[in-house]
């Protein structure tokens, strides 16, 4: 059984390549394979980078959770996933409650379990207590439901509170905002990056997905990510 290891800390790849989503898929599934290389982990990681890219770069909720989303149109038809990870994407966390919905250890249904707590939810801290209270393997769940959560809802969707009792926060935000100068360097060929500088002097979104006060949401989008 393949273990979901690998997609609780897929952020840092996304992150990099959030400019050029084809490369990012295949990235995020090659990084994978680095200590999980069962065919579902892998694929797990390459559908589930897709849709933290594309949360990072301002797609709605809605979009970003439709059946089979992708950010390189026709990709699962050239590049098909593994036939539990397509379930998944064709949306069984939206038709599925607990407890068919488990926080397991199994990188299927964390998966799934992360996608539930996202979708059922309109902010980050009541979609990770949902991820949390599905007990089983929760500390992974949530790190998991974080990782599009934070990306989606930013930094500041986080609660304070929960963000001053985070260890070595200043050296987390530095290293977010290397990654993210360096992959936006890096990624000038890949989605229009107008839209990312035009959002660099607005802020974060609120429950409803829309985009509220100053700031930069990509920035801040990237460090909830990680």
Known sequence: ?????????????????????????????????????????????RYFGGLLIVAMNGVSKAELLAPMYSPVPGLWEMAPLAPKIEKVGGGSFARRSPPEIRGTGYVVESL????????????????????????DDADTTAAIYGQI????????????????????????????????????????????????RDRLTRGPRGGDGSLTSARSPTRRQARGAA
Not at 4 to 27: D, K
């Open 1 to 45: 059984m393949a273990d979901n290891g690998s997609l609780m800390r897929l952020a840092p790849v996304a992150m990099f390549y959030a400019l050029r989503p084809e490369e990012a898929i295949q990235a995020c599934g090659e990084s994978s394979r680095t200590t999980h290389g069962a065919r579902d982990a892998v694929n797990a990681c």
């Open 112 to 135: 799934e379990a992360a996608l539930w707590a996202f979708a059922t939810t309109d902010n980050y801290r009541d979609g990770c207590l949902a991820a949390v209270n599905l007990g």
């Open 149 to 196: 959560a934070g990306a989606y809802y930013g930094a500041s969707g986080i609660p304070g509170e929960w963000r001053k009792r985070l260890a070595l926060s200043d050296l987390i935000a530095r290293t977010c905002d290397s990654l993210f100068e360096k992959g936006f360097r890096h990624g000038e060929t890949g989605l229009p990056a107008e839209p990312l």
